[in-house]
């Protein structure tokens, strides 16, 4: 028992001597208050820098801009288009820095130009999709963009038309005396070699028809730079002749097929007739259903005209059979024929015995007339 008694002390005086000496204050070198220092001042000044422009007392900061098509995703009243937006810019207080970081946190590194996106109707930055290159004092930062951007469409002639999209970028905090945006090269709007065509949109993406255009923008009291690139697509038009322009040219010609029909069979023309109005209706109300679009259901359109002008010849068809009708009708009327009389009865050619004893009575006595004249 006595010895029991005294492990248990000695196992309460070592943990006491424990915790006294974990509740001593850590002895440091002074190495490791200059790394703390050192850190301290190295955090500090990366936050500075992120807050604030490169120094350049002289001119603003340039920044070129290069965009590579990744994919089209959707068109119609929108484009929606994914892509790689590329900046370069020099910082000098990043001279002797090199650096490569990719992910989430490269945007946080160093200071990157707060570019936004101008009449986009959303967008999306892929977090993960990103990479900051720093050599030397020059700063690459690319990163995956997706934006749904408004397309206009040529309303006249669709849909044989070619529609645009804008895509416009600017600097939303920093003037054109403070930053300043620059088309990288004269090409700065990309297409990878291995970019396929958007057929599955409807559309066809004309690669060699890109346009790049900068100006200034002045938003009182402030100048704001802008850059504007507009990519083009054509409509595919295959299957609007598959659908509308063929069927409704069908129609007219099955329309006046009625003018070969007996006039006197009106039921079967007029149902022809009006079976070709009926279905020349269901065709322009779907061809205005289909097209979602608020611009181009305003607008007259060459597949407006044309479905209007078959509509008008299968209305004429039809009022050219009534006419021909009523012409019909009223001259049978003026010039009315006789009533038909019922025919003649058919003589009974069955003699019988007493029709043939009175024949010859009728013969002798002719006979015995003409022998009494003679005499």
């Known amino acids: 028992m006595t010895m029991l008694v005294i492990l248990l002390l000695y196992v309460h005086l070592a943990a006491t001597v424990t915790r006294a000496l974990q509740a001593l204050p850590q002895t440091r070198t002074w ?57 370069k810019w020099f910082d000098e207080r990043e001279k002797d820095t090199d650096v490569y970081l990719s992910g989430t946190d490269s945007k946080d590194y160093a200071w990157t130009p707060d570019i936004y996106f101008l009449l986009s109707r959303s967008t999306e930055y892929s977090a993960m999709s990103q990479y900051l290159i720093i050599e030397n004092g020059s700063v690459l930062f690319d990163q995956k963009v997706s934006v749904k951007i408004p397309c206009i469409p040529d309303a006249f002639m669709y849909p044989f038309d070619t529609i645009y999209c804008n895509i416009v970028l600017s600097s939303y905090g920093y003037t054109s005396d403070q930053l300043s945006l620059q088309w990288a090269h004269d090409t700065s709007i990309v297409f990878p070699t ?126 050219m059979f009534s006419v021909s009708d009523y012409t019909l009708s009223s001259r049978g009327t003026a010039a009315s024929p006789p009533p038909l009389t019922p025919p003649p009865p058919v003589p009974n050619h069955d003699i019988s015995s007493n029709h043939i004893q009175a024949t010859e009575k009728l013969i002798k006595h002719a006979n015995g007339s003409h022998i009494a004249k003679v005499g």
């Not at 936050?47 to 995703?73: A, D, H, K």
């Not at 396929?196 to 009291?221: K, S």
């Open 31 to 87: 190495r490791d208050i200059e790394r703390e220092t050192e850190s301290f001042h190295n955090i500090r000044n990366r936050i500075r820098r992120q807050n604030t422009l490169p120094p350049n007392p002289s001119l603003p900061v340039n920044v070129t801009v290069n965009l590579v098509f990744e994919s089209v995703r959707e068109i119609g009243v929108d484009a929606t288009i994914d892509f790689y937006v590329e900046y």
């Open 194 to 319: 291995e970019y396929h065509d958007v057929e599955y949109t409807g559309f066809y993406m004309l690669q060699n028809r890109t346009e790049q255009t900068r100006y200034e923008a002045i938003y009182p009291p402030n100048k704001y730079t802008i850059l504007q690139g507009t990519v083009y697509f054509e409509r595919l038009y295959s299957v609007y002749i598959y659908q509308m322009f063929i069927p409704a040219t069908f129609l007219v010609g099955l329309s006046w097929i009625t003018f070969w029909i007996n006039p006197q069979a009106t039921p079967a023309r007029a149902a022809i007739g009006v079976t070709t109005i009926l279905t020349m209706l269901t065709l322009n109300t779907n061809q205005q259903q289909d097209n979602n679009s608020a611009y181009l259901n305003i607008k007259m359109s060459l597949m407006d005209m044309y479905l209007w002008i078959c509509f008008m010849y299968v209305i004429a068809a039809m009022v």
